[in-house]
Each structure stands twice: as structure tokens, then as C-alpha cells.
């Protein structure tokens, strides 16, 4: 099993819609989380992190974080065509909290 | 400000060059980071320096050769690379934060080795 797991898509989501993306995780032990959007052809950009089980916001972006399911989420309300790009998951590694571990990422498009 | 620099953006090489990549960062961050990134996968952990030190090492060939002169500088030299080596290289930076760390990338160097 895969240390973060992320399904690939393409995700398809008409523009203003909500766009929601999943990530699950294989260590219970795991205390930090990250969504990073990286578009094409340029590096990885911080969105949010989340260490505490709940909601997290900022501005149209809300992470959701649920140890217990081991399980993280990425929602993007009122969805802009600029919002179109790879969103990765990360978290700290077991072996030490300067690893970060990815998933392989979702590509998101977002539909005029 | 959370910025991140690399030079150069974008580097064609043979393979019997020696070419360096340097990344610098000026927010008093104590990591510093190298990672690989080939098309549609994420990023792949290859160095880190923690303190200056060389921490982590994710068993790269002796062919790429980091080097932190200072804490706010990284290099990664570069000889005798291969066609597959190439890639886009991002630096990235954290702070050391006990439980909370979080890593900032740089814009990446885009490499082609010919």
C-alpha cells in the first residue's frame, strides 16, 4: 500500500462548482498534511497545510482533515478556470518530519 | 516572503559536462532541499541539509554531488549524466519547525541532457 494515495483522474468540474479532492494515507502516526497545486511546466505551490483533525479555511480553499479515516481532503468552491492544475498531497514522513511524501497527484480541469 | 530562487531556469547539457544548479533562499530557513521531478510524477526526494549538513541522502548516484556552502545557499553539481537524468530539479526551503514544518519550492530548473 502506498504511503498517500491519490486518485490520478482527470477530474472534470464546470466552472463555480465545487471541486472536491481526495487523498488517503497509510501511517496513523502521520501529523502533517499539505496541498500543493503545481501547473504545468512550473514547481509546486503551497495551498494550505493541516495538522488537526476538522476544517481548515482560507479564502475559497478548505482542507478537511480526519485521522481516524486517515483520510484528507482538498474542496475549492465557486471553481475558477485558473484553478485548473495538478493538486498534490503531502505529508510528513515516518521516517522523519523533513520528508515529505506525495501522492501521485489529481489533475483537476475546470470547465467554462 | 516565502521565495525560493534557482539558476539557471533552464540547462542543456552532454554528457561529458559538468554543470552546476544553485538555489538560494533568504527567509532564515534552517533545511534546504533538492528534489527530481520528472513529467506526471511528483517530486522525488534526493538530498537534504539540515543546519548545513547533508541529512538525507535518498541513494542518488554519486554523479549529482550537493553542496551547502552557507544557510542560505545549495548547490547541486552535476557530471556525467545520463539522458534519463533529465528532468526538472526544484529546491526547496523549511524552516526546521518541530512538528509543523512546512517546505517552500523554488521555480525549478528545467534540465536536458543530451
Known amino acids: 500500500q502506498k504511503e498517500v494515495e491519490q486518485n490520478s483522474g482527470p477530474l472534470s468540474v464546470p466552472e463555480g462548482a465545487i471541486a472536491s479532492l481526495n487523498c488517503t494515507y497509510s501511517?496513523?502516526?502521520?501529523?502533517?498534511f499539505f496541498w500543493y497545486r503545481q501547473y504545468s511546466g512550473k514547481s509546486p505551490e503551497l495551498i494550505m497545510s493541516?495538522?488537526?483533525?476538522g476544517d481548515k479555511e482560507d479564502g475559497r480553499f478548505t482542507a478537511q482533515l480526519n485521522k481516524a479515516s486517515q483520510y484528507v481532503s482538498l474542496l475549492i468552491r465557486d471553481s475558477q478556470p485558473s484553478d485548473s492544475a495538478t493538486y498534490l498531497c503531502?505529508?510528513?514522513?515516518?521516517?522523519?518530519?523533513?520528508?515529505?511524501?506525495f501522492g501521485q497527484g489529481t489533475r483537476l480541469t475546470i470547465n467554462p | 516572503d516565502t521565495e525560493v530562487t534557482q539558476t539557471p531556469k533552464h540547462l542543456v547539457m552532454g554528457m561529458t559536462n559538468k554543470k552546476s544548479l544553485k538555489c538560494e533562499q533568504h527567509m532564515g530557513h534552517r533545511a534546504m532541499y533538492w528534489y527530481k521531478q520528472k513529467a506526471k510524477k511528483p517530486p522525488e526526494l534526493m538530498f537534504v541539509?539540515?543546519?548545513?549538513?547533508?541529512?538525507i541522502n535518498e541513494s542518488v548516484p554519486s554523479r549529482f554531488s550537493p553542496e551547502c556552502p552557507n544557510s542560505s545557499l545549495l548547490n547541486l553539481h552535476l557530471h556525467a549524466l545520463q539522458p534519463e537524468d533529465s528532468a526538472l530539479y526544484l529546491c526547496?526551503?523549511?524552516?526546521?519547525?518541530?512538528?509543523?514544518?512546512?517546505?517552500?519550492f523554488g521555480p525549478g530548473t528545467r534540465l536536458t541532457v543530451l
Open positions: 541539509y539540515s543546519y548545513e549538513k547533508l541529512s
Open positions: 501511517d496513523r502516526g502521520s501529523q502533517s
Open positions: 503531502a505529508k510528513q514522513g515516518i521516517q522523519g518530519a523533513q520528508k515529505l511524501v
Open positions: 493541516i495538522y488537526s483533525n
Open positions: 526547496a526551503s523549511s524552516a526546521l519547525a518541530v512538528s509543523t514544518d512546512t517546505q517552500y
